[in-house]
């Protein structure tokens, strides 16, 4: 029997809103990834990685208003 191995299940991103954001969230992330493509679209900039074990992501938390 043949199992087709799909490599994209393994594919995910990374996006931040300037290259230093990106840079602080990669090195966040304590399992070993390959960084498959990185670029910047306007503002964000994204870094595409593969790896086998699942990452969680998180959302950000907003700062409340100074005000």
Do not use: C
Not at 48 to 54: L, N, Q, S, V
């Amino acid at each position: 029997m043949f199992d087709a191995v799909n490599s994209i299940q393994s594919l995910t991103f990374v996006q931040g809103d300037s290259a230093e954001d990106l840079l602080k969230q990669l090195r966040l992330i304590r399992l070993p990834v390959a960084i498959v493509a990185m670029y910047a679209v306007g503002s964000k900039h994204i870094a595409w990685i593969k790896t086998d074990a699942k990452l969680v992501k998180k959302a950000k938390k907003q700062e409340a208003d100074g005000a």
